[in-house]
């Protein structure tokens, strides 16, 4: 007689609070991916209230950042939102549609942004943003940090939990992106020739169509099944849009552990022009 082996499968689970308050979620980056992520948190907001949530969500959007020609090719912005800031904007946009009072703060979040959240959604574009996000007031007291970025063709979403006094009690704390790839918050590795696109060809060159929203529409899925079932067996996910693959990351401190060491040796053996491009930080 054969005995079948049993899997354990680890779970995160969510702070009851979570589900008891409203949740303040901050945007930070209201480019292609930040805007994609704009654009679905309302459908969010409504399926928490339906399911029985007694608040849903409450937003801001931060980016100091201004719509420019170029946004209005890959970006949803209009030609007539030229020089308007782009939190505002998106922020403006939600609330007239859905009824709802989100804020847009037209400023970079840095260690002198001083509001209270919950979620850290980062969807910025470099490491030295990352780096900003890491020591903002709002990161160190937030829950959840929940990072987005791609490269051309690729790109990741991680929700992480920092090493806060909120995540002291969790005998299982979610690593934050910078906590498996350290690389992605040192400014040292951005590319000097990062600039934003002038040109409507230059910027659909330097990325896939629809990556920003593939990535974006994946990470509210997954905040969708934490909402509702209130846990989850995987806190991201690995996204190759040239060959379709997809790849999950596991709640298990066993393949974080595999992660960060694999990731060290790639880092010894990979020449710094390589190493620059190692996950989706050039690029949201």
């Known amino acids: 007689m054969t005995t079948a082996s049993v899997i354990t499968r680890l779970e995160h689970t969510i702070p009851d609070r979570l589900l008891e308050e409203k949740v303040r979620i901050t945007v930070v980056g209201c480019g292609g991916t930040g805007s994609a992520i704009a654009a679905g948190l309302p459908y969010l907001h409504q399926a928490m209230l339906a399911l029985g949530h007694p608040y849903g969500l409450d937003v801001t959007f931060v980016d100091g950042d201004r719509v420019s020609k170029a946004n209005c090719v890959r970006q949803p912005f209009s030609v007539s939102e030229i020089g308007l800031y782009k939190a505002t ?37 470099s490491r030295k943003a990352r780096n900003g996000i890491m020591g903002s007031h709002a990161y160190w007291n937030s829950v959840y940090w929940l990072d987005i970025g791609n490269n051309a063709d690729t790109g990741q979403f991680i929700l992480g939990q920092p090493d806060n ?43 896939e169509p629809f990556v920003n929203q593939t990535l974006a529409y994946q990470a509210l899925a997954m905040l969708a099944r934490l909402f509702r079932y209130g846990r989850l067996s995987y806190h991201g996910g690995f996204f190759n849009i040239a060959s379709g693959r997809t790849s999950s990351l596991q709640v298990d401190p066993a393949v974080w552990q595999r992660i960060v060491a694999q990731n060290q040796q790639t880092l010894k053996r990979a020449p710094e022009t390589k190493r620059r491009r190692r996950l989706g930080a050039e690029a949201s």
């Open 89 to 125: 904007v998106l922020a403006s946009r939600i609330n007239l549609f859905w009824g709802l009072a989100w804020k847009g703060s037209p400023y970079f979040l840095d260690e002198a942004w001083r509001g209270e959240t919950d979620i850290v959604i980062g969807c910025v574009d």
């Open 165 to 207: 006094r909120r995540a002291a009690k969790d005998q299982m704390r979610l690593p934050t992106v910078a906590d498996l790839f350290p690389e992605v918050i040192d400014p040292k590795l951005d590319r000097k020739d990062t600039l934003p696109s002038c040109s409507a060809v230059e910027a659909l060159q330097r990325q």
